[in-house]
């Protein structure tokens, strides 16, 4: 692993910046910020608290769902002329779930550079806090009408992985009566303001989550569903094909025999031994 000064080049630069702490910005990022002819940001209210804390003096420019679209070609002519252009989003890493899709995927359509500058990302510091099983699936924020609701978990529903969400705190209550009913016999775990002062995590067994919405109504969260044995435990009873075996073999063993015999992946099984072993 090196160590050196960016080189910066006439690019669309996908900067991430902090989810909350603005500690966790990173040399590199205040590099591109700085070298940047302007910076394309969600809310130029937000960024502009940014370079402050950075001591950075740069021309801001609005670009978010309503005017991605009117905008994207007058940004493409600026990065053909060899501007260096940096997309930001409020918090995190840009066009997950925020604005971006569109201009990335036109310069790739171009010839034009596109270059990630990586750092904080919710949904990664969500995964690797949980304990779950590593293949995630991101699902984004769930819509706000109860039909919708209803046909988008049920197209997730099939999918034998972490399913990761985004959601303001305040719609937890509403959203739990469908996680419960879609993934009764899961588990899940919850990352409310990530880095800030009321930063909270739980994990427990779906079928609780509305044990938890009082106390966590107010900010941004992150929610994982571990829907990766979600099939399995309707068909067959994994806690006790585990229970069986339980002081026969290790832990390590368990869960490379269960794997292979059911097909399932291994880390949610050695999971699930050690939540039972406790």
Same mark, same amino acid.
């Given at each position: 692993?090196?160590?050196?000064?960016?080189?910066?080049?006439?690019?669309?630069?996908?900067?991430?910046?902090?989810?909350?702490?603005?500690?966790?910005?990173?040399?590199?990022?205040?590099?591109?910020?700085?070298?940047?002819?302007?910076?394309?940001?969600?809310?130029?209210?937000?960024?502009?608290?940014?370079?402050?804390?950075?001591?950075?003096?740069?021309?801001?420019?609005?670009?978010?769902?309503?005017?991605?679209?009117?905008?994207?070609?007058?940004?493409?002519?600026?990065?053909?002329?060899?501007?260096?252009?940096?997309?930001?989003?409020?918090?995190?890493?840009?066009?997950?779930?925020?604005?971006?899709?569109?201009?990335?995927?036109?310069?790739?359509?171009?010839?034009?550079?596109?270059?990630?500058?990586?750092?904080?990302?919710?949904?990664?510091?969500?995964?690797?806090?949980?304990?779950?099983?590593?293949?995630?699936?991101?699902?984004?924020?769930?819509?706000?009408?109860?039909?919708?609701?209803?046909?988008?978990?049920?197209?997730?529903?099939?999918?034998?992985?972490?399913?990761?969400? &985004?959601?303001? @705190? *305040?719609?937890?209550? %509403?959203?739990? /009566?469908?996680? +419960?009913?879609?993934? =009764? $016999?899961?588990? &899940?775990?919850? @990352? *409310?303001?990530?880095? %800030?002062?009321? /930063?909270?995590? +739980?994990?427990?067994? =779906? $079928?609780?989550?509305?044990?938890?919405?009082?106390?966590?109504? %107010?900010?941004?969260?992150?929610? +994982?569903?571990?829907?990766?044995?979600?099939?399995?435990?309707?068909?067959?009873?994994?806690? %006790?094909?585990?229970?069986?075996? +339980?002081?026969?073999?290790?832990?390590?063993?368990?869960?490379?025999?269960?794997?292979?015999?059911?097909?399932?992946?291994?880390?949610?099984?050695?999971?699930?031994?050690?939540?039972?072993?406790?």
């Amino acid at each position: 692993m090196n160590i050196y000064k960016t080189k910066i080049v006439p690019a669309l630069y996908i900067v991430s910046t902090p989810i909350g702490n603005l500690g966790d910005i990173s040399k590199r990022q205040q590099e591109i910020l700085s070298g940047s002819d302007y910076i394309l940001c969600e809310d130029t209210r937000v960024t502009s608290k940014l370079l402050n804390f950075l001591n950075i003096k740069k021309k801001l420019i609005s670009y978010h769902s309503f005017n991605e679209k009117n905008k994207t070609d007058k940004l493409i002519n600026d990065l053909k002329e060899n501007k260096i252009l940096s997309l930001v989003s409020d918090a995190g890493t840009p066009a997950l779930s925020d604005p971006g899709q569109i201009i990335i995927s036109k310069c790739h359509d171009e010839g034009i550079k596109v270059i990630p500058i990586p750092g904080p990302s919710a949904i990664t510091a969500s995964m690797s806090a949980s304990g779950f099983a590593d293949n995630f699936y991101f699902c984004g924020f769930i819509p706000k009408k109860n039909k919708e609701i209803e046909n988008y978990l049920l197209k997730l529903k099939p999918i034998k992985a972490c399913l990761v969400f &985004f959601m303001p @705190a *305040r719609d937890l209550r %509403k959203n739990s /009566e469908y996680l +419960i009913k879609f993934f =009764t $016999k899961t588990k &899940f775990f919850l @990352a *409310r303001e990530i880095t %800030k002062v009321h /930063e909270t995590y +739980i994990r427990d067994d =779906t $079928k609780n989550i509305s044990n938890y919405i009082d106390e966590n109504d %107010k900010g941004e969260m992150t929610l +994982i569903i571990d829907n990766s044995v979600e099939e399995l435990s309707q068909n067959i009873d994994l806690d %006790k094909e585990i229970e069986l075996l +339980i002081g026969k073999m290790s832990s390590k063993d368990i869960a490379e025999y269960l794997s292979k015999k059911l097909e399932i992946n291994k880390k949610s099984i050695y999971q699930r031994v050690i939540d039972l072993n406790d």
